[in-house]
């Protein structure tokens, strides 16, 4: 007997969240010429404050595999695929001395893959330490962000934006054109505002105990 993922409710099949709690109303396409890679973490495929999923659909071409240690074949398939450079969104840290510099003049927007990881800050320093590859990347650190961006989550640093926020104005960076990301911008508010609506306080991060059978390329790792 074949078990639905939500036995108590029906499903989105685009979003994966509950009909009633779907987000894709949010959706804004757009075509980059940067391809996105999303590497999400497996606790955050619950969390309903989670917008690797939206920030998925609205970004034609982008890949989002869920893992914390990834098959290295796998991982090394991922980033290289169709001979893109990779490009890390990670601040610099103190361990990253033989990281390569990505001051120096980037291929062309064609040629790059910004690689992102949807994961709390803990998480996806175990992410660079798990996975070698993810640590040789050079990164990208984003340059100064535009008051738009920082108007969601005013408590908090800069760089602890959301992995929406992050990934979008990277590619805007990146791209040279911030403004053509506007929408997404835009898009992002609403899908705050309506879990706002549906969380009003407790904060979801429960651990999930299985792998999602949905997302592609999943690989719990080992
Ligand atoms: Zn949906």
Redesign the pocket.
Known sequence: MNQPVHPRRA???????A?SA????W?RPLVSSVELLILQHPLEVANAKNSARLLH?CVGGSVLAVGEAFDEAELGALLHDGGRTPLLLYPATPDMADTPDTSAALPSPARLRLVVLDATWRKSRKMLHVNPALRRLPRLALAGMPASAYRIRKAHAPDQLSTFEASVHALGQLEGDGDRYAPLFAAFDGFVGQQAAFVPSVPIRKPISVMPSSPRRSDPGG
Do not use: D, F, H, Y
């Open positions: 499903s989105c099949a685009a979003c994966l969240r009909q779907c987000i894709c109303g959706v659909l």
